[in-house]
């Protein structure tokens, strides 16, 4: 199952924002302040609604995760625990993936792309006029292979 199906089966997003303001009173109130949550819960459901959306959380991966969670409870509270902070962790991981090897998944799909626009070309015999200026420099000389001029001597 896909990430952003899991987290719209499981209603992950209703249950933080219900459930946020009674966990931020056991929080450090100026990591967690309601405008910055806000824009992450607002980034994680732009997310949900397009996973071609690129999920920039940038200090919420820290923040969200468990590990951050608890050491930003303050002294006598209580780190809140809910399935979506204990995946953040890999969520960011998978997307720190995807950004590392964004060049290499782009160059492999476009070879691949050309790889089956030139297969359909040659099933259905077409040819367009790059493919024929392609084709007719490929069957001519090159220029170093013509014959050297010859050379007249006088005596």
Not at 61 to 69: A, I, Q, R, V, Y
């Amino acid at each position: 199952m896909k990430w952003h199906q899991r987290w719209h089966k499981n209603h992950w997003m209703e249950a933080l924002r219900e459930h946020f303001p009674e966990w931020k009173t056991s929080l450090n109130g100026q990591k967690y302040q309601e405008k910055t949550v806000n824009q992450w819960f607002a980034e994680l459901e732009r997310w949900l609604a397009d996973p071609e959306h690129p999920l920039k959380l940038e200090k919420g991966w820290t923040n969200l995760s468990p590990e951050g969670l608890a050491e930003n409870t303050k002294k006598n509270g209580t780190p809140p625990e809910h399935e979506l902070f204990e995946s953040i962790p890999a969520l960011e991981a998978l997307f720190a993936t995807l950004d590392e090897n964004a060049d290499t998944i782009a160059l492999h799909a476009a070879h691949w792309v050309a790889e089956r626009i030139a297969t359909h070309k040659q099933r259905r015999s077409l040819i367009g006029f790059d493919d024929m200026i392609s084709q007719l420099a490929a069957t001519r000389k090159p220029s170093y292979a013509l014959p050297k001029p010859a050379v007249i001597m006088l005596s």
